[in-house]
T-cell receptor, first 111, second 114 residues
Framework: DAGVTQSPTHLIKTRGQQVTLRCSPKSGHDTVSWYQQALGQGPQFIFQYYEEEERQRGNFPDRFSGHQFPNYSSELNVNALLLGDSALYLC??????????FGPGTRLTVL | AQSVAQPEDQVNVAEGNPLTVKCTYSVSGNPYLFWYVQYPNRGLQFLLKYITGDNLVKGSYGFEAEFNKSQTSFHLKKPSALVSDSALYFCAVSPTSGTYKYIFGTGTRLKVLA
């Protein structure tokens, strides 16, 4: 049984560009949460998707958006990239009220 | 504001000695409490959680955590440290039922010396 998978592993973009990160949840899970982990910091909650809708959102600007597909997989989109968006982006899957299981992350570097 | 504090950036311990990694939180109500471990270039791995009940929670790889409501603390412990325990440890809280986001501390790097 595959756990949470994320793609790509690494990504390099330049300021102003747009990026899409992908997450496939653990089998049986229906909820996906996204976190940003800046260097030397703990993960910060971006948003959570359930039933293809954004249910909760952290303190992130509208440049950060997402989507959940009928198969429960999810995308995180970031527009107008800033240098400060460089981070490890973690996806976590769960049942709605269950424990969150994290993927390996996508390392985004903005130059 | 809701927050989680891990007061030590790094903890050094000799192999075979007991270890403690500290965590305190400032969250109203009765939060769920978690510990995760992160190895280099990896995601977060779940170690243990506290929801209710016994204040001593046992988890993966011989780790346990002690919940203290009056001190709002949730310290991670292990009786005998291994070199392979060296990693970055994060404490997290889920504030209340119905809000499923996790609030993380800034992490504590554990270094176990052979």
């Amino acid at each position: 049984d595959a756990g949470v998978t994320q793609s790509p592993t690494h990504l390099i973009k330049t300021r102003g560009q747009q990026v899409t990160l992908r997450c496939s949840p653990k089998s049986g899970h229906d909820t996906v949460s996204w976190y940003q982990q800046a260097l030397g910091q703990g993960p910060q909650f971006i948003f959570q998707y359930y039933e293809e809708e954004e249910r909760q959102r952290g303190n992130f600007p509208d440049r950060f958006s997402g989507h959940q597909f009928p198969n429960y997989s999810s995308e995180l989109n970031v527009n107008a990239l800033l240098l400060g968006d460089s981070a490890l982006y973690l996806c976590a899957s769960s049942l709605l009220a269950g424990d969150q299981f994290f993927g390996p992350g996508t390392r985004l570097t903005v130059l | 504001a809701q927050s989680v504090a891990q007061p030590e950036d790094q903890v050094n311990v000799a192999e075979g000695n007991p270890l403690t990694v500290k965590c305190t939180y400032s969250v109203s109500g009765n939060p769920y409490l978690f510990w995760y471990v992160q190895y280099p270039n990896r995601g977060l791995q779940f170690l243990l959680k506290y929801i209710t009940g016994d204040n001593l929670v046992k988890g993966s790889y011989g780790f346990e955590a002690e919940f203290n409501k009056s001190q709002t603390s949730f310290h991670l412990k292990k009786p005998s440290a291994l070199v392979s325990d060296s990693a970055l440890y994060f404490c997290a809280v889920s504030p209340t039922s119905g809000t499923y986001k996790y609030i993380f501390g800034t992490g504590t790097r554990l270094k176990v010396l052979a």
